[in-house]
């Protein structure tokens, strides 16, 4: 005959305050991955709402140093933000009120150029001047940026491709797909450790 199997003894009041607060912080865990991914989705701030890609940086235009901004990346057929700082040369102060306009002008292919003026009103950081320049085709562009201000007038001109954008991931996917799969290996790791014990 076989011994009797000894029944399991009940836990004491010690292990099962040890295993709450073990619960507790698999909860608290999930919560700070689940916040991560929430902030990897979170729209940016008003200081990166009208950035992007540096077209020029801090070029001298008359008494003015433009640096402007393009956005999306790649530059689109269609609407493109374009944001421009506007500091007085050797000076880190931006200048306010001046008046920034914006003008196309296809390279190398037909269309037609058109002028957009830039105002503080249309960008979110609201020490730039911002406006939404349109390309209607595809190809190489020249943008003329013009300014009229407190210390005189000052232009200067760059080039752009604009071609169709590749889409991609929005940002924060990367956060958030790091933060699921920590959040499915914590639950995996807790269903396995409750098995064993149901087992023991």
Known sequence: MHPPRASALPRSGSNRAAARAARRGRVRWVALLLSLALAGLAPAGAADAN???????????GPYALTVFTDPTPIPVGIVD?????????SS?????????????????????????ATHEQ???????AANV?????????????????????????????????PSAPP???????????????????QFTRRRRTAA
Not at 123 to 129: C, E, Q, S, T, V
């Open 134 to 166: 349109e390309l209607p085709q595809a190809g190489r562009w020249r943008l003329t940026v013009q300014v009229a201000g407190p210390f005189g007038d000052g232009a200067l001109a760059f080039e752009v491709e604009a071609g169709s954008a590749q």
């Open 172 to 190: 924060g996917v990367g956060a958030v797909l790091v933060a699921v799969a920590g959040i499915l290996l914590a639950l995996g790791g807790w």
């Open 51 to 61: 950035g992007g890609k540096v077209q020029v940086e801090r070029q001298t235009a």
């Open 82 to 90: 374009v944001s421009v700082a506007v500091q007085p040369v050797g």
């Open 123 to 129: 960008a979110d950081n609201k020490r730039l001047y």
């Open 93 to 117: 102060f931006f200048v306010p009120n001046a008046q920034v306009t914006v003008s196309t002008e296809p390279v190398g292919h037909p269309g037609a150029g058109a002028a957009f003026v």
